[in-house]
């Protein structure tokens, strides 16, 4: 493009997936992220890639899980209740480390709730929604270019690591158009996955490596393997022998604590000498910052944390943060599911307060600037 674009944060997600090199989309259509199917059935196969609308959202994900074992880079999108119903298949995506992302465009819960309004209800889900021990990979746009770029970023997390990753939009971001300009898809730098260097014979789909990230090969290159969401040894088959089933799940969760520093991110505000910190993500965050300015308008030194990868959380950061504050504000449209991680990371040393809402509607700077003032 490389030129100004009044475009939707859906519109976004769109462009940042043909951007990576994301060349196949499954999925059911769903509000509030319809928009990104739309987009992508009319470009894909401009590009040479397939579109498919699915009979429901657990063979969307069956979908993208099976290109993506041919060596297609994959996507769905969708919301709360089919995010729900994708759960199976993720698990699965996992278990075989089959990289693909999910786009979730959360909405007002449980069930169908408020398919029109925002919401952070998915955050939890999102890190605990398949059974098992699971570690999760996902990035929280507050902006339209950021959706562009995170996009991106699943794409080359997926492929880097491994694993299905998600990218945890809210209604607010997903619908809003802001001016942007996004750079031509030729110079986004791309990740490729790790591929085998062995004959085909010798081939070992899991096998222990230095880095707990085994070669992929890509079904119809020769290597043939065994995939199954069954525990597993480095021959893709099923094992019930205890050391080997050890070794897999501790690979699994621990590949991601691995590297967590690598994964995590956050954006800081003001934060040098603040005294109360505003912790915020997603479409809150921009009421979170312009609260914040208010705040040290009238004197208060306030900052705000937003972290962009909410999960791994970003532990280190709010613990080093803990002892130079005297409160810490959690600002989320839902009724506290990241101000327990936020406990957890600060070890209780700090006052937390947090501000929530879940009537669809956004939350204010007001409200926030409110609960600034009343910790000061």
């Not at 475009?7 to 769903?30: D, H, K, Q």
């Not at 730098?189 to 992929?216: A, F, G, N, S, W």
């Not at 290159?221 to 099923?238: A, C, M, W």
């Not at 208060?300 to 803990?322: C, M, Q, T, Y």
Request: proline share 6%; with cysteine; charged share 20%.
């Amino acid at each position: 493009m490389e030129k100004p674009a009044l475009i939707s944060g859906n519109e976004a997600v769109a462009y940042g997936a043909l951007a990576a090199g994301v060349r196949f989309f499954a999925g059911y259509p769903i509000t509030p992220s319809s928009e990104i199917a739309e987009t992508l059935s009319e470009l894909l196969p401009r590009m040479g890639g397939k579109f498919v609308q699915m009979e429901d959202e657990l063979a969307s994900m069956g979908a993208i899980v099976g290109a993506s074992l041919a060596g297609v880079n994959s996507m769905t999108a969708t919301s709360g209740p089919g995010f729900s119903l994708m759960q199976e298949n993720i698990g699965f995506a996992f278990m075989t480390e089959v990289p693909c992302v999910i786009v979730n465009v959360q909405r007002g819960g449980p069930s169908t709730g408020l398919p029109t309004k925002p919401s952070q209800g998915d955050v939890m889900q999102t890190r605990w929604g398949t059974h098992g021990g699971c570690n999760t990979i996902a990035l929280c746009p507050w902006s339209v270019r950021e959706t562009f770029d995170l996009t991106i970023d699943c794409v080359n997390l997926a492929n880097r690591y491994r694993l299905p990753v998600v990218l945890l939009l809210d209604e607010v971001i997903a619908h809003m158009r802001e001016k942007v300009v996004l750079p031509s898809f030729g110079g986004v730098k791309k990740v490729q996955r790790k591929k085998p260097t062995c004959l085909p014979q010798e081939y070992l789909p899991y096998e222990i490596t230095e880095d707990d990230i085994p070669p992929m090969a890509d079904f119809g290159e020769g290597y043939r393997y065994h995939v199954t969401g069954l525990t597993h040894d480095p021959t893709g088959f099923p094992t019930s022998n205890a050391k080997e089933i050890d070794q897999l799940v501790r690979r699994l969760y621990g590949k991601i604590e691995r590297y967590r520093d690598e994964i995590t991110r956050i954006e800081e505000e003001y934060l040098a000498d603040a005294q109360i910190l505003v912790f915020a993500y997603g479409s809150v965050s921009r009421s979170a910052i312009s609260a914040v300015k208010e705040a040290r308008a009238r004197g208060i030194k306030a900052g705000l944390l937003r972290p962009v990868s909410i999960w791994p959380f970003p532990d280190k950061h709010i613990s080093r943060l803990a002892d130079q504050l005297k409160a810490i504000i959690v600002a989320e449209m839902n009724l506290g599911q990241m101000i327990g991680e936020v406990r957890r990371a600060s070890c209780e040393r700090v006052k937390i307060l947090g501000v929530t809402r879940v009537d669809g509607e956004l939350i204010t700077p007001d409200e926030i600037l409110t609960a600034i003032q009343e910790v000061s």
